[in-house]
């Protein structure tokens, strides 16, 4: 560690856990009186779980961003890229594609056809009952491993943000935020999610850019001079090889193959993004909002570039690593080189709010999969009211939020980078080849539906809980002691997602039943045209 370094985070250690938690709760009290506000038009199912359709491209498009880049995306892809260059930037490539599979195949297509969950896509042709099950067991185990890392992710952040490195306050931590995101979905609603996401949006992006262009100003403008003073850092054991491929990879070049289908065509079926098409009231402000959410998205990931080989030249890898919070602080340890304990305060508190917000969307997803798709759709057969369906989205919520603290809590310490990689594997795995079926092929039945999203779920879970990242490594949750692993990846998107289509094909073609060819037409109209989609809600 040098000396500014070492100076910068030991005064950083005696000022930020103030000046961090001022800047949170101020956060939290401007959003929470925004969403209050925006609590008082929600009158129907639609404006709860959809906002009232009531967004232009532009705002969802933020929004989008916001929901999108999460606390692992800014923190993670920032130390991924300080530690390993080359091969850390591979993940800002992965994740960035991935919106062009969301633009080209599901975007326009999605807004027309489903009402509120992705659910209502897959079952719009095949029978209710099969699919709504399937897809909500789907959406909420992908939303659910997404919170887990979410959750874990604050507990892990708080050792170098707020100066708190016992197990009991990172605990307090977790069920604070916890609370907090709990009180945006109740209160607010999809709307109030929403205009959360967005001022997030803004902040973390406006951070990111204040930061780089304070990188680049520090070398003259010249990104050269950056990746010079990168690779000349003392702490710095690769030498120019953080500049080339395989770093990272170069090993096992497959394992990175695996993960970049999972990350490219995972973002296409994750329910909580997917939610976000819903908000906007017609299907040419759905591919406006995806525009807007590429540009932006875009944007950041640049700035990630920046950042990355910026802590590795002003901070230095083994630095970053044996710090609290280990890879995730290269953006903490960075602002606070950049602007001391005031930069490196507002950067954790937009952190935190990263946080924050996400869990709040992914909330509000789930309890909406099990309010629409298993109450009122498989329990009460269509039957029970606006007001029944958004009552049992919120006691969802309450039990949703309470099992994403207790998960939190229990996974906190531990290696959460499988939560992610399963999240992204079951999506693309799981929910992309039944939603791509069902808009693309006539032929596509239940049967199809049901092995296509029960296989690729299991499938996922079982080649991860039999992956490195589990056992048998140093790196795994459970250490190197126990040792289990007998699929050799670290993602198994490369065996799941083939599986998944594979099964989607197999049951459709060995299915004595026929589906409906008329309401298989009426699906590609209202897809194609928007003939029939749902309206805007007007108040």
Known sequence: MNLTTSFVTQSSAEQNPVLNISIFLAFVAVTMVIVIRASRNNRSAADFYAGGRSFTGRQNGVAIAGDYLSAASFLGICGAIAIYGYDGFLYSIGFLVAWLVALLLVAELMRNTAKFTMADVLSFRLRQRPVRMAAALTTLAVSFFYLLAQMAGAGGLVSLLLGVDDGLGQSLVIAVVGVVMIMYVLIGGMKGTTWVQIIKAVLLIAGAGVMTVWVLAL?????????????NNPENLNGDAILSPGLQYGANPLDFVSLALALVLGTAGLPHVLMRFYT???????????VWAIWLIGIFYLFTLVLGYGAAALVGPETIVNSPGGQNSAAPLLAAELGGPLLLGFISAVAFATILAVVAGLTITASAS?????YNSVIKKGTASAKQEVRVAKI??????????LGGIGVQGQNVAFLVALAFAVAASANLPTILYSLFWKKFTTRGAVWSMVGGLLAAVLLIALSPVVSGDETSMLGAGIDFAIFPLKNPGIVSIPLGFFLGWLGSVTDPGRE?????????VRALTGYGAEPPVNH
């Open 219 to 231: 070398n003259g403008f010249n990104f050269g001079a950056v990746l010079d003073a990168a690779v």
């Open 280 to 290: 906007v009231p017609t299907a040419k402000e759905a591919r406006r909002s995806v």
């Open 370 to 374: 099990f309010a629409h798709d298993i």
């Open 396 to 405: 969802t919520t309450l039990v949703i939020g309470a099992a994403a603290i």
């Open 516 to 524: 409906s060819k008329k309401l298989a037409a009426e699906m590609e």
